[in-house]
């Protein structure tokens, strides 16, 4: 029996198998080098993606590489190779993923935010799975749809592009994976291509962008608007405001709270695609305000600069305070309660006249029952009085003494006088009471 081979095909099939044989060769050779510098620590390159880590929060990544059909985790602390790289399948089809059942997988910076066990799977997602927050704020922004997005296990033996859209590991990959990822926090950047660039090059662009937030955090506590909006691409979105309803917003805030105090805590730096994300733990507070959560502003690039198109705040506390108002000074406490003692006076109302007076208080040889009863006398004694004060001086002698000088005209019937008062002053709790009051006569001043 005669062994078929490729020699014995017609010379224009050899041609064509040949050519076929040696495309795949390059191919081959090409996804090494390229794996090789994803993951030689000796080539000193590192994810171009992961631009800074946070002080706390989850410390591992996981890059998809859809040339490689591989996934890559790093860890914080060493970023010049990766602690574990498995094999995966995406999407059967090329590019990036935009409508619904194109059966290509995202591009992108997204979040775990589920995990299922095999015994709520169907088996086509093998032991486990791990839904991605597909399509993001985004996403969704440019009109990009389609769910269920998952990272899971398999069942059948693992090809490359063999998915609608997720990515595939095998099950005992897909297990491996589950102790990296933290819910909601671990990054998961899927790209055509995962670029490998020095470090300080790096370095370089995540220091560039750390000075860009704070002044953009900056011009937003200064309330200087224009400096402010002028770190927003003009097809700004959020919310559902443009960057002229964002500009009025801030304006209305900047109006209404006259004292900002904003704080970025923890920011992460991630890039994907010419689009940046900047995630961090953001605190506004203001005399009547307060409130804290998770920022994400998403950047991309206008020639040579960084503009915000996506702004979301996700908030863990939020509450309104009541303004505290500021404690009068002594000063205004003292007038106050003055005004309040002669108009006592005048209205003959003994028992809110003698509320202004100390437990302790000494007038002469007199002391508040003595005053009292001389009070009580004069009030019927005379029909009417009328009081004035006039050129009040307030020495503050301590937080709660304090003497006043003024000069008193009195007039009650066919009586008249003129003098110099002087009160000592005692603070009890929150009042202030009459300790002591001494008056001396003065001439009357002529009226001119």
């Not at 660039?197 to 506590?221: C, F, G, N, Q, S």
């Not at 005399?287 to 863990?316: C, D, H, M």
Request: aromatic letters at 12%; one cysteine or more.
């Amino acid at each position: 029996m005669r062994t078929a081979s490729i020699f014995h095909l017609s010379p224009v099939l050899l041609g064509i198998t040949l050519l076929s044989l040696l495309i795949i060769a390059q191919s081959n050779h090409s996804d090494a080098e390229l794996i090789k510098k994803q993951i030689d620590p000796a080539a000193r390159l590192v994810p171009a993606p992961l631009l800074k880590w946070p002080e706390q929060g989850a410390q591992y990544a996981v890059l998809v590489d859809k040339s490689l059909q591989k996934v890559f985790v790093y860890h914080k602390d060493n970023l010049f190779e990766p602690v574990r790289t498995f094999n995966c399948s995406t999407g059967e089809n090329d590019g990036p993923k935009s409508r619904r059942n194109d059966r290509k997988t995202p591009e992108g910076i997204y979040v775990f935010i589920k995990s299922y066990e095999e015994r709520f799977l169907a088996p086509i997602y093998g032991v486990m799975a791990f839904p991605i927050n597909y399509p993001n704020e985004i996403d969704k922004k440019e009109g990009r749809d389609g769910y269920g997005i998952w990272f899971h296990g398999t069942n059948k033996p693992l090809l490359p592009r063999d998915t609608n859209g997720c990515i595939v590991l095998e099950n005992e990959d897909i297990e491996a994976l589950a102790s990296f990822i933290q819910l909601g926090d671990t990054p998961v950047i899927i790209s055509q291509v995962i670029e490998m660039l020095e470090p300080d090059t790096v370095k370089t662009e995540a220091t560039a962008l750390e000075l860009l937030i704070e002044a953009w955090r900056a011009a937003w506590e200064e309330e200087e608007i224009e400096t402010y909006m002028s770190f927003y691409n003009p097809r700004f979105n959020s919310s559902g405001k443009d960057w002229d309803e964002w500009k009025a917003y801030k304006v209305r805030l900047a109006d209404k709270y006259k004292d900002i105090h904003v704080k970025v805590n923890n920011l992460r730096l991630l890039k994907n695609d010419g689009l940046v994300l900047a995630k961090f733990e953001q605190v506004y507070e203001t005399p009547t305000f307060y409130s804290r959560g998770e920022k994400r502003l998403f950047f991309r690039q206008n020639s040579k600069e960084w503009k915000i198109v996506g702004e979301f705040f996700k908030g863990a506390e939020v509450k309104t305070m009541v303004a505290k108002k500021p404690l009068p000074s002594p000063s205004v406490e003292i007038r106050a309660m003055i005004q309040s003692w002669e108009k006592a006076w005048e209205e003959q109302d003994l028992n809110a006249y003698i509320a202004h007076y100390d437990s302790r208080f000494q007038s002469g040889k007199m002391d508040l029952a003595a005053w009292k009863r001389h009070k009580k006398e004069l009030n019927q004694k005379y029909t009417y009085i009328e009081v004035g004060v006039r050129d009040l001086k307030i020495e503050e002698t301590s937080s709660r003494t304090a003497t006043v000088h003024f000069k008193q005209s009195y007039r009650a019937d066919k009586y008249e006088d003129f003098g110099l008062k002087h009160i000592l002053l005692v603070k009890r709790g929150n009042h202030w009471k009459i300790k002591k009051e001494e008056w001396e006569p003065l001439t009357k001043e002529p009226h001119l």
